[in-house]
């Protein structure tokens, strides 16, 4: 949750399958924030928002994801954009900050139906800084079905 580091890469090396993307929507939004965290003030608009599946190839839902853009710039940055963010910039050679902004754990029926799991979920917001501008927000769900591949969570001592 709070590494700096990409999570769909962090997917591939946990479940040994290629991370995809199902791009569910990406559209412009209004000025009104469109319900986004509030660091969402830092990125210039007017946005676009993309909002994605992250899945393994076999088919298993591992995350939710939303990121909000400067309508005019995403293109310059999302070439392809079925491909995972990390993936786009990481052809790019994009240098990039990531700034963890929120850590969440709540409670969603529409997340427990789309991922056909119980909750509850963690998730966070980050912004991503390039050249000392913000580029993107970004806020990621998590699969319950993670804890396959790290175990269950308890109260163990290291």
Known sequence: M????SPTRHLQLLTREPTEVD?????????G?????????????????RQVWLRTASGQRLAYATSWW????VDEYLENRSLPVWASLARLRTE???DIQGIEFGHSLALEE?????GPFWGRHYLFWHH?????????VFSPYLIRYLGPMGSRCL
């Open 2 to 5: 709070l590494g700096d580091g």
């Open 23 to 31: 791009v569910i929507d990406m559209s412009p939004v209004d000025s």
């Open 33 to 49: 924030g469109d319900s986004a965290p509030l660091p969402i003030t830092q990125v210039p608009g007017p946005h676009l928002r």
């Open 70 to 73: 400067e309508a005019s710039h």
């Open 96 to 98: 990039l900050y990531r």
């Open 114 to 118: 789309a991922f056909e799991q119980k």
């Open 132 to 140: 000392g501008q913000p580029l993107t927000l970004i806020y990621e």
